[in-house]
Each structure stands twice: as structure tokens, then as C-alpha cells.
């Protein structure tokens, strides 16, 4: 995993760089369950629907 995406990820500022999304662009559910659970954020997805 690329740690300086996820540095940015994290920032209070994130959300309004939009840096949230754009770390989300092409992640898994599982990627987003990971990192969820390293960082202690709440689990949102911004892309489609979830793979079945």
C-alpha cells in the first residue's frame, strides 16, 4: 500500500481536497476494511456498487 496516499487519506483537510475520494478510486471493499481498521475511520464507499 502506498503510506503516503494514506498519510493524505487521513488528514482532518482531506475531504476538502478531496484526497478522501480519491484514495477510494479503485480500492476493494477489503482494501477499505484494512485500512478502516488502521486508521480507526469510518467505513464509506463512493464508488459502485459492491462486486458480488
Not at 471493499?29 to 480507526?40: K, L, R, S
Amino acid at each position: 500500500m502506498d503510506t503516503s496516499a494514506l498519510a493524505r487519506f487521513t488528514r482532518d483537510d482531506a475531504e476538502q481536497h478531496g484526497w478522501d475520494q480519491a484514495a477510494a478510486a479503485g480500492r476493494c471493499d477489503h482494501d477499505f476494511e484494512c485500512i478502516a481498521a488502521v486508521t480507526g475511520q469510518p467505513l464509506q464507499w463512493y464508488g459502485p456498487e459492491r462486486r458480488k
